[in-house]
């Protein structure tokens, strides 16, 4: 049958909203029930709790949500795990199947009409399926036959670079390390990551401020702050954990202050759901001061905190670290005269801070050294991401906040083992090193030009450039930018192979063929010749730790990730090279053998893994407040403009968002707890003075639009709620209202989309 039209962001359906007030605080009882709930109702008592009982534990499972870290040294006995922590593992372990007969069932068109959350919620894969030209439906196909049909089709290519390898934040060090090397031995750096979609913008700020392109900080370095400002950030939907670093650090008498659009319910009051006392005791309040910046005004806020503070260290001298400007910098004076040039009023304005709530803030840091600043996607994802960064970094290198105890950079990473990923290769511009050291190892002749990152191969898809589309977890259509046209790139390719857990968008979203090769989770027992294996991970703070399932796992025709990759590896390459694949699919202990050969830092990997349960922190060199090197031995400040956005008297600025019952593209349940929504997604966040001027009223329906490079995208049928949000900005969420994010529009330097400053107008139905 053939394959009919297909949809690429499924049926719109409203679902009945109801609102409430959002809570004034985070977890508590109702975290816990959350927990229990999505666990045992995908999973059943048993397996939640014996999986629980492992979540991010020493050599248990790594939690397959963010990256948060562990403790190095005590950790819960009922599991060190937070309410979205639970529903990411029920999600993964979920007992609901996608068999033979679901696809039997289903035709590929009909499934596109699905929501991404009624697809999530189908189950787990269970075995390799086909999706051939033509058809509309999946069928079962053997392994081997799947690795000749691939192989058949990426050999066929003209170029090696017609062939796109994406790789999920969610795959493990082994996996990430076996899959670079397949791509640069068939001769291309096509490897698009996560990353390009949200901390890209971070990488390319630290490394050229600070010599490296991760954080600076430890999780013990929490409890050490004097203050700790969160920007851009909602650690209360997205690093739950993290509220109990944050409460650490009051409770040791630091101060926090939280800079977003939205007052997130996560930063004003924690709940600890695993202590008792804290029920009685209301929990612990959080954000000392929460400024209301709007959407990607950040520079401008942070210009003026910098400017006050060295003019309150003309009076005092002792506001700024000036042994640490003078020895350890370079720049001091160039910034200092670039912020004369501003007004702080004209500033503050533009930020759209209070006089007074901007004397709070500078109140709160004037007198303190030990500062860490964390953020995330609020500000990664903007035209000037990578300026926002710069400037974050200005503010801690004029309080020598970098290199020290309780102080540094924070990027909060969104998905387990994005930076792992990164660490052991996965990148499109591969350093000459790393390059030397592949072809000495391996003796291949690893590609030196760049490869295509996330929007260079969506373009390339789409002009067909690019013919084999082969993905290492994640979910890619939905992801990525520009809905309708990331889909028809996808469809416009001769293959796509997805290695997935669960079913997803870019399943339907398929090339010409399509094969769904299922892996294990990071849930389940992966055992070899009946001996149990584990792999690593790198957490946001740069600790590597190993992570080992203890569940059955959903099938037997399920193989591991590095056990598929070498399946195509060698299926691929034949014996165009001498890469033992079968060795490292059957013996783990050989791949790390060679990340260690490799990649720095990783010295003794197998030995400090398997007798340290507690894993090992690679080198850092912002952590040790060493900047040699650095062009000039030094950190570097940076001179960043104020952002233009020129919006017309009908547009706002729209960012994209999680609700709470999600996990980047993961659709757990319909409610938004900490924002008072209940079971709709489609909604669009508005303040009261604005919709008062386009006469709109709560739960009205608007249509929304983006008009770029004369194209018009629209994403419909939308509730308006009444929200506390700056004039002039508005809030969805993702990937309903990715559909808006022109393929063309994305960060200088770093070209991470910009999912959180979409110009859009909107029209009342």
Known sequence: MARKKINPIGAIRLTGIETNKPPNYAAGIAGIQKAVEHTTQQMGALRAFKALNKLNQKHGIDCPGCAWPDPDDKRSVLGEYCENGAKALAEEATLSKVDVDFFTNYSVSELSEWTDYQLGKAGRLTQPMILKPNSDYYEPISWDTAYETIAKEINALSDPNEAVFYTSGRSSNEAAFLYALFARALGTNNLPDCSNMCHESSGYALKETVGIGKGSVTLNDFEKAEVIIVIGQNPGTNHPRMLSALADCKKNGGRIISINPLNEAGLKRFVNPQKPMDYLKRGTSLADLHLPVKINQDVALLKAISKELIHLDVEKNNILDHKFISEKTVGYDTLKKDLEKYETADLLERAGISFQDFLKAVKIIAPKKKIIICWAMGLTQHKNAVDNIREVVNLLLLKGSIGKDGSGTCPVRGHSNVQGDRTVGIMTKPSSLLNDKLKRTFDINPPVHAGLDTVGCIKAMHEGK???????????????????????????????????????????????????????????????????????????????????????????????????????????????????????????????????????????????????????????????????????????????????????????????????????????????????????????????????????????????????????????????????????????????????????EYADESRTPISKSIKVKIVKR
Not at 569 to 578: D, H, R
Not at 586 to 592: C, G, P, V
Not at 633 to 646: Q, V
């Open 466 to 744: 690019a013919k084999v589309f082969v993905s290492l977890g994640g979910n890619f259509v939905s992801a990525a930018s520009d809905t309708n046209y990331t889909s028809s790139a996808l469809q416009n390719t001769n293959l796509t192979v997805s290695v997935s857990t669960k079913l997803n968008r870019t399943h339907t979203c398929a090339g010409k063929t399509s094969i769904i090769l299922p892996t294990l989770g990071r849930s389940e027992l992966d055992v070899k010749n009946g001996k149990k294996r584990f792999v690593t991970v790198e957490n946001s703070m740069g600790k590597v730790h190993a992570s080992s399932g203890v569940l059955d796992p959903a099938s037997a025709q399920l193989l591991s990730e590095p056990e598929i990759i070498c399946g195509l590896a060698s299926a691929v390459l034949g014996k165009k090279t001498q890469i033992p694949w079968n060795t490292y699919a059957d013996d783990y202990n050989q791949i790390r053998n060679k990340i260690e050969e490799i990649v720095s830092g990783f010295d003794q990997y197998n030995k400090k893994t398997i007798e340290s349960k507690n894993g090992f922190y690679l080198p850092n060199n912002a952590r040790e407040g060493d900047f040699s090197n650095m062009p000039d031995g030094k950190a570097r400040f940076s001179i960043c403009p104020l952002p233009e956005h020129r919006t017309e008297s009908n547009e706002f600025l729209l960012m994209t968002i999680r609700s709470h019952d999600q996990f980047n593209t993961t659709i757990y349940g319909l409610d938004d707890r900490y924002r008072g929504i209940r079971n709709e997604r489609r909604v669009l966040f508005m303040n009261k003075s604005d919709m008062d001027r386009n006469q709109l009223d709560h739960l009205d329906f608007v249509d929304i639009t983006s008009h770029y490079q004369g194209i018009e995208r629209k994403a419909e049928l939308f509730h308006v709620i009444e929200y506390d949000i700056p004039k002039g900005n508005l809030a969805a969420y993702f990937p309903e209202t990715n559909v808006l994010v022109p393929i063309d």
